[in-house]
């Protein structure tokens, strides 16, 4: 809520720049993922998973210490957290400092051979798979609803495009088996970096361990245990074997890429509801007291589809940043990532999370106007169906070249109406009215059926629905029925 001031207006909140991707759009899981009541939470849970292995391999950690830490694992003070930065101008340490303070037993251990990037890439780490564990159940329900849409209109013939113009007939459901390919192979992507994430663990300040040999007093052992045992709590099957003083910013590209990839594959299915919804044939869902524009009353704007792209545009642009960030770590490492990981991390993920909620929106309301996409058909078909018409002529006896003159010339002159005159596609009544024509006039219905253009459609939709989606669905089924309440 907004901090009210005695006078009724409102604080400071409405005097500095607040980012949309919260204020506006991202939903509360993942807003509260790249909080920094989640950050610095993570901070002290690790400190806390240090301590706990310090102690069961030997080192001087008593139980008091590590209870009392964990009493006070929720209670940051932030105030004091920021005072202390603002003295030390180190992050962490003022996070050392402030946790110490509310835990003065635990003090002299916490953060014990440690370095900041202990908490800060380990924290970050937690992060990324959190958010693609957050990511992937919006994907799923996407996928889900598109599939329904998909397996209803598989057998509904529609105009094809290419270089948007018309062609060969398909079917409303064929074409969103494109769209779902494409997201299917975004779901394999996401699955695949969330399972390549590793977590940094237990390395030291350029990633040698030597703070905690020293610990130990040489015993290689016990440190390779103390790694292993604080990857496990922190909930990783596996940790990078070799770090510098963070783990490689490589991971930050392949945690990054398919969030990326998938702002294009979301772009592009946008933009094609964008272009249909201008032909009438398919609208994402309007509200009954929705606006689309303050001065032309009768509009239906695609809001919700121009949100995504314009949202999608900014979710691919933000690839460049981590490309751009490894390529520059010197060394064991440089401190120029960090300022640039803060914006580029979160607003990743909370940009992926935006469109995905607003496309489950899209798909679950999609209209479609088959006597419109009818309408199409028919003033486009005569010229499509002209090769069977041939085949037709030829059959009943007629001569393939003294046919296809007849078409040709036929088709010319409604193509002169079509274009020049504003009339619509007069080819079949030309057809009719020829006495040539005359031995198929009893099956030009037959031959003209929309659904006799439309190839193996609906059987390549039923398999692939069948194959490739629903088992790719299996893992979220207890989450698939979620809806989600958009903010428009």
């Avoid at 598109?146 to 094809?160: D, I, N, Q, V, W």
């Avoid at 663990?201 to 040698?208: E, W």
Wanted: charged content about 25%; proline content about 4%.
């Amino acid at each position: 809520g907004y901090q009210v001031t005695e006078n009724g207006g409102c604080g400071d909140e409405f005097n500095k720049y607040r980012s949309p991707l919260v204020s506006r759009y991202a939903s509360k899981e993942m807003a509260y993922n790249f909080s920094d009541k989640k950050k610095f939470t993570t901070w002290r849970k690790l400190w806390i998973y240090l301590a706990k292995a310090e102690k069961a391999l030997g080192l001087p950690v008593t139980e008091a210490q590590v209870a009392e830490m964990e009493s006070h694992a929720e209670d940051i003070d932030f105030a004091m957290a920021a005072e202390e930065e603002s003295k030390l101008r180190h992050d962490v340490m003022a996070h050392v400092h402030t946790f110490a303070h509310c835990c003065p037993t635990a003090a002299p251990i916490i953060h014990l051979g440690a370095t900041s990037c202990y908490v800060g890439d380990n924290t970050d780490l937690i992060m990324l798979r959190d958010g693609f564990d957050i990511l992937l159940p919006k994907l799923a329900r996407v996928i889900d609803r598109l599939s329904k849409f998909a397996e209803k209109y598989a057998g509904l013939p529609t105009l094809g495009f290419t270089h948007y113009q018309p062609a060969q007939l398909t079917t409303v459901g064929k074409r969103a088996c494109l769209w779902l390919q494409d997201l299917a192979m975004d779901m394999r992507n996401l699955q695949r970096a969330r399972e390549d994430l590793r977590f940094r663990g237990v390395k030291g300040t350029t990633g040698t361990q030597a703070s905690f040999l020293q610990l130990f007093q040489g015993d290689h052992d016990k440190v390779e245990d103390l790694d292993r045992m604080v990857t496990e709590m922190a909930g990783f099957k596996k940790a990078y074997m070799v770090t510098g003083q963070t783990y490689s910013r490589k991971v930050d590209i392949d945690s990054l890429s398919p969030l990326a990839s998938m702002g294009a594959t979301i772009h592009k299915i946008c933009t094609d509801i964008r272009l249909l919804a201008n032909l009438k044939e398919i609208e994402e869902p309007f509200e009954k007291e929705q606006i689309g524009s303050s001065a032309m009353p009768y509009k239906r704007n695609p809001m919700r589809c121009e949100r995504c792209c314009s949202l999608a545009r900014h979710l691919i642009a933000l690839l460049a940043d981590p490309l751009q960030t490894a390529s520059v770590q010197w060394l064991e490492r440089t401190l120029d990532d960090s300022a640039n990981r803060r914006i580029s991390l979160p607003e990743s993920f909370l940009t992926a999370d935006i469109i995905l909620s607003t496309l489950q929106n899209i798909t679950e309301g999609l209209v479609v106007y088959p006597k419109v996409i009818e309408r199409h058909i028919h003033h486009e078909l005569p010229f499509m169906a002209t090769e069977n018409i041939i085949m037709a002529m030829v059959k009943a006896g007629g001569n393939r070249q003294d046919c296809h003159e007849k078409i040709r010339v036929l088709s010319q002159q409604a193509a002169t109406v079509v274009k020049q005159e504003g009339g619509d596609n007069d080819l079949l009544a030309r057809v009719q009215a020829d006495p040539y024509f005359a031995p198929i006039l009893g099956h030009l219905d037959n031959i003209l059926d929309p659904k006799t253009f439309i190839g193996r459609a609906p059987q390549q939709v039923a398999r692939f629905l069948s194959e490739e989606v629903r088992p790719l669905l299996e893992p979220y089924k207890a989450e698939i029925d979620v809806k989600i309440e958009l903010e428009l």
